[in-house]
T-cell receptor, first 117, second 117 residues
């Protein structure tokens, strides 16, 4: 079974500072990895995903993540955050072992990024 | 391109009543997923449907919950005889058909927030 651990439930940071949101996963097969962002009272929006190839993945809004197979991690980073980045961030992992070849992701509990002026 | 539509956005029910949540996937998408999000938790998978078929319902409670995705019309998540513990945000996501690739990527709706009094 696959699982996702987001090590920090809340990350406070000042505007224009760098940030890293940590994500570790466990799975016995090849995985797809995702980061989603959820703004208050909205649905999830895909930030970036790793399927294969380069381990450094660039996403929207200046975010990037690095897949580290040996450490089973997929940490999300941004070199300089804005107030508007305040949101809930979810890491997710999926593989193709689901019924009908589905790609049903398992989500972490989320990390609340709070950007202070 | 319209994204995933969910209605209603907010639903209030008294204990024992029925709740019906609707989801219209992205046009052309044939895969629909339902998730439940409890406060301060990540999304939990409930059910995966294709047109007229339930593919994976491993996350659905055994009683009171049902889902359908008819040939015509939206997908419906139905909760009978609601209890206070059913209060949560319910999200629908859709993905393209297998032959169009990117089946790994899910597009989320804004959610329906169910409150049971």
């Amino acid at each position: 079974a696959q699982s996702v651990t987001q090590l920090d439930s809340q990350v406070p940071v000042f505007e224009e500072a760098p940030v890293e949101l940590r994500c570790n996963y466990s799975s016995s097969v090849s995985v797809y990895l995702f980061w989603y962002v959820q703004y208050p009272n909205q649905g999830l929006q895909l930030l970036l995903k790793y399927l294969s190839g380069s381990t450094l993945v660039k996403g929207i809004n200046g975010f990037e993540a690095e897949f580290n197979k040996s450490q089973t991690s997929f940490h999300l980073r941004k070199p300089s955050v804005h107030i508007s980045d305040t949101a809930e961030y979810f890491c997710a992992v999926s593989d193709s072992r689901g019924s009908g070849g589905s790609y049903i992701p398992t989500f972490g509990r989320g990390t609340s990024l709070i950007v202070h002026p | 391109n319209a994204g995933v539509m969910q209605n209603p956005r907010h639903l209030v029910r008294r204990r024992g009543q029925e709740a019906r949540l609707r989801c219209s996937p992205v046009k052309g998408h044939s895969h629909v997923y339902w998730y439940r999000q409890l406060p301060e938790e990540g999304l939990k998978f409930m059910v995966y449907l294709q047109k007229e078929n339930i593919i994976d319902e491993s996350g659905m409670p055994k009683e009171r919950f049902s889902a359908e995705f008819p040939k015509e019309g939206p997908s419906i998540l139905r909760i009978q005889q609601v209890v206070r513990g059913d209060s949560a945000a319910y999200f629908c996501a859709s993905s393209p058909p297998s032959d169009r690739g990117q089946r790994d990527t899910q597009y989320f709706g804004p959610g329906t927030r169910l409150t049971v009094l």
